[in-house]
């Protein structure tokens, strides 16, 4: 029974396409596992939306994965792991795992000063999941938040290192720079794509902080020690479902991925 779980897929959903980024995390971390990706596009962004819509949408995303018995999931999207990750838990009998956890443990070993900045939706940085994050390990930390709400539609144009990315980043991000900072969490899976305008903007000696490459070191670690990593060499199996639109999925997906996503599937939830 054990080598069939441990042939079971990693399930990752997000509210659109932002958590490719993670998946492409996943791929390098973990090249045997199996994966299935939930993109809702059709009610994308949950950045705007309600904690009570936010929780209602990530508990459908995940029975939808558990419909493809997943051996644990990944919720690749900020919003959710900063309102609802709980609620999930509660719900739901696979191992999940957030953003917010492994991008605030990763920010405090790397940051020397204890001057850490949090970027992310509007929905991210009102629940201050990552403060709270970062104070409950550290309560000598200082961290300074700022919402960035037009870096997703930027990364989704292709415009990430356009020059209206470096204005839109330097405006952004003159006030974290102001107090020194240095660390930054990418708090949202689209960020990485505009990873090289905001080193620019917030300065080479700043690091950046992925969240999503965390969360990846975060599920071979778990993997490893339930004795559930994917052993078997040869072809992995890679499934992406949408909720709308997947032509503009998977033409999006390669700029998000770096690679071919294949067919991709629209499903209905």
């Not at 999940?96 to 020397?112: C, Q, Y």
């Not at 960035?148 to 020059?163: I, M, T």
Request: aromatic fraction near 6%; charged fraction near 25%.
């Amino acid at each position: 029974m054990t080598e069939e779980r441990r042939k079971k897929r990693i399930g990752v959903f997000d509210s659109g396409i932002g958590g490719l980024t993670v998946v492409g995390a996943l791929l390098e971390q973990l090249p045997r596992e199996n994966i299935v990706y939930f993109g809702d596009t059709a009610r994308v962004p949950y950045g705007t939306k309600s904690v009570e819509v936010v929780s209602r949408y990530a508990r459908e995303d995940a029975a939808l994965l558990l419909s493809y018995d997943v051996k644990m999931i990944v919720v690749a999207c900020n919003t959710v792991s900063s309102v609802a990750i709980n609620v999930l838990r509660k719900h739901v009998d696979v191992p999940i795992i957030g953003m917010i956890e492994p991008g605030a443990r990763a920010a405090l070993t790397v940051s020397k000063k204890k001057r850490i900045g949090v970027i992310g939706t509007m929905a991210t940085i009102s629940s201050n999941a990552y403060p709270k994050a970062l104070l409950s390990n550290n309560p000598d930390v200082n961290v300074y938040s700022q919402a960035c709400p037009l870096f997703v539609p930027l990364a989704e144009e292709g415009w990430g290192e356009h020059r209206v990315a470096e204005i839109i980043a330097r405006e952004y991000l003159q006030e974290l720079v102001k107090e020194k900072i240095d660390t930054l969490i990418l708090g949202c899976t689209h960020y990485p794509i505009l990873k090289k305008t905001i080193q620019r903007a917030v300065g080479e000696d700043v690091v950046l902080i992925d969240s999503g490459r965390s969360a990846a070191a975060l599920v071979e670690r778990y993997l490893k020690q339930h004795d559930l990593l994917n052993q078997q060499n040869g072809q992995t199996e890679h499934l992406f479902l949408v909720s709308d639109v997947p032509q503009k999925f998977e033409e999006l997906g390669r700029r998000f991925l770096g690679r071919s996503l294949g067919e991709v599937k629209k499903v209905e939830l």
